[in-house]
């Protein structure tokens, strides 16, 4: 069975940098995405930005681009999602998940396996 685990978050004024990390293992097939996405209180969970390990495509949200940037391990299994020039905005709870067959979207439904989370607070 797949299985996604995050790390990192924190607290940070806005204008700075974190760093979060998604270990993911179990994958059935080499044909998969892991993707960052994040929950604001009140909002809907949202895309922030999906990688295919299959032909290495990564998708940004139009909010984050330019200031996040999302990479990973030589065996595409781990994935980091750095975080520059936060705002107050970007504040949420961001979640790691991973999809089997990818669609090429970076849509909450398509994904399958989620982590637990992990709280970003930006304060202005």
């Known amino acids: 069975e797949v299985h996604v685990v995050e790390s990192g978050g924190g607290l940070v004024q806005a204008g700075g940098s974190l760093r979060l990390s998604c270990a993911a293992s179990?994958?059935?097939?080499?044909?998969?995405?892991i993707g960052w996405f994040r929950q604001a209180p009140g909002k809907e969970r949202e895309g922030v930005s999906c990688f295919s390990a299959s032909d290495g495509n990564t998708f940004y949200a139009d909010s984050v681009k330019g200031r996040f940037t999302l990479s990973s391990d030589n065996a595409k299994t781990t994935v980091y999602l750095q975080m520059n020039s936060l705002k107050p905005e970007d504040t949420a709870v961001y979640y790691c998940?991973?999809?089997?067959?990818?669609?090429?979207?970076?849509?909450?439904?398509?994904?399958?396996?989620w982590g637990q989370g992990t709280q970003v607070t930006v304060s202005s």
């Open positions: 998940a991973a999809e089997i067959f990818p669609d090429g979207s970076c849509s909450v439904l398509e994904y399958d396996y």
């Open positions: 179990g994958f059935p097939f080499d044909d998969y995405a």
